[in-house]
């Protein structure tokens, strides 16, 4: 899946719930952070947002500070309704008024046609869709070709485990926060993101690793040359909205809890973490105690 599919991965598994209502790894060890003061700690840990039943990756690291936080923050609340879900999607998905093949260059129209029809997909379905949405179905359709759900997530699991515990349980953006930064992306951008996916499932894969391999492995740095250095070299507004950004933002919220006391467990993508503008670097660069503790 292209990066920004990924930098929205639960996003791109309800584009695919949106487009059905039109139409041997090392041992487990994801990355995590701890970052201290005096008196707090917060754990930052990178997730992926849609694993296949193959995936293994609690350890007993992840499962003590997860006892021990108080709070557990998300990048978003997923659990609401999904009509409501769904009708935000249209709203900000949907161009009624310009079809998609509009905006397309002939090109790219001529290479798109066989993906779609490789899952039988016709173009017509798509044709309403604004590039961002067409781009978030086309990324996630192979996935979940080959067995990967957003109901498998890290997220998701650690989602429903605390909803059946006392922790408190916040989150840095909503559902239409995510859409709203992608439907504000100028147009041409939108474009190249579409067109950045369809380079990505049409070239030949370079290695045999998948995505959730290197991220149960805590492989940051095959992560970030798959997913995330060429879009900050090559679409830098892309990268900013996707990530850099977003993690700011989450930076300045985190800077402001280190102000309390106590445990806490951020549960937010593993490209997040990624780099100079991921949320371990920012919150060190702030003065705090960072830690790589898997």
Same mark, same amino acid.
């Given at each position: 899946?292209?990066?920004? #599919? ?7 598994? $309800? ?5 059905? *209502? ?8 994801? *990355? ?9 700690? +917060?754990? !930052? ?20 500070? =997860? ?15 999904? *009509?409501?879900?769904? *009708?935000?999607?249209?709203? =900000? #998905? ?31 379905? %798509? ?8 781009? $978030? ?19 998701? +699991? ?10 408190? +349980?916040?989150?840095?953006?909503? %559902? ?8 504000? !992306? ?10 950045? &996916? +369809? ?23 095959? $992560?970030?040359?798959? !997913? ?25 919220? !985190?800077?402001?809890?280190?102000? #309390? ?11 997040? $973490? &990624? ?11 702030? #003065? ?7």
């Amino acid at each position: 899946m292209g990066a920004g #599919g990924r930098a929205f991965g639960w996003l791109a598994a $309800m584009a695919a719930v949106f487009w059905c *209502a039109l139409s041997g790894a090392a041992a487990a060890e994801p *990355a995590m952070w701890v970052v201290r003061d005096a008196d707090s700690e +917060i754990y !930052l840990f990178g997730t992926l947002h849609m694993l296949s039943d193959k995936a293994d990756w609690r350890t007993v690291e992840f499962d003590d500070v =997860y006892a021990r936080a108080n709070t557990l923050w998300f990048e978003a609340d997923v659990s609401g309704d999904p *009509a409501t879900a769904r *009708a935000m999607m249209v709203r =900000y #998905g949907v161009d009624p008024a310009r079809p998609l093949t509009e905006k397309l260059s002939p090109r790219t129209i001529r290479r798109l046609q066989p993906l779609l029809a490789r899952e039988r997909i016709p173009l017509s379905a %798509v044709d309403s869709l604004r590039p961002w949405a067409a781009a $978030m179905m086309l990324s996630v359709q192979p996935l979940l070709n080959r067995g990967y759900t957003l109901q498998r997530g890290a997220d998701a +699991i650690i989602t429903e485990q605390a909803h059946t515990s006392t922790k408190q +349980i916040r989150t840095f953006e909503t %559902v239409e926060d995510q859409m709203r930064f992608l439907a504000e !992306l100028p147009q041409d951008v939108e474009v190249q993101y579409l067109e950045d &996916v +369809i380079d990505d499932q049409v070239k030949p894969a370079t290695d045999s690793r998948t995505l959730q391999q290197a991220w149960e492995e805590g492989n940051l740095d095959l $992560m970030a040359r798959w !997913l995330v250095d060429d879009m900050r070299r090559h679409r830098p507004r892309l990268y900013d909205v996707m990530l850099k950004n977003r993690n700011e933002a989450w930076a300045r919220a !985190l800077t402001v809890e280190m102000r #309390g006391n106590g445990v806490e467990l951020v549960n937010v993508g593993a490209l997040h $973490m &990624v780099g100079k503008d991921g949320l371990p670097a920012l919150l060190k660069a702030r #003065g705090f105690d960072v830690e790589r503790v898997q």
